[in-house]
């Protein structure tokens, strides 16, 4: 079956940079979205930013101009490289793969989450 698992977390410095990788495997539709979402402590899960194989993003309005979603689509392997890290971008980072193979249901895949944090 499909699996996602995400890498690259740690601890940072306000002004930082950090990058995020994430990697899914199994049966995967060559037409699908894959991106982030993060949760920081007492507050729901939130969108970070999606990008589909066929190069449409969609960001957060509080991570646009700092980060970036780049994708390989042959490695089904997605980035997120953030630069200008804040305090507040401090949360677990999940990743997530959604598709739908024609004339089925769409599917959703999640990671196992990965922490930021950054200090001030």
């Known amino acids: 079956q499909v699996q996602v698992m995400e890498s690259g977390g740690g601890l940072v410095q306000a002004g930082g940079s950090l990058r995020l990788t994430c990697a899914a495997s199994?049966?995967?539709?060559?037409?699908?979205?894959m991106g982030w979402y993060r949760q920081a402590p007492g507050k729901q899960r939130e969108l970070v930013g999606t990008?589909?194989?066929?190069?449409?993003?969609n960001y957060a309005d509080s991570v646009k101009g700092r980060f970036t979603i780049s994708r390989d689509n042959a490695k089904n392997t997605v980035y997120l490289q953030m630069n200008s890290l804040k305090p507040e971008d401090t949360a677990v980072y999940y990743c997530n793969l959604r598709q739908t193979v024609p004339n089925t249901r769409t599917s959703e895949y999640w990671g196992q989450g990965t922490q930021v944090t950054v200090s001030a």
């Open positions: 199994g049966p995967i539709f060559s037409i699908n979205t």
């Open positions: 990008l589909s194989t066929g190069g449409t993003t």
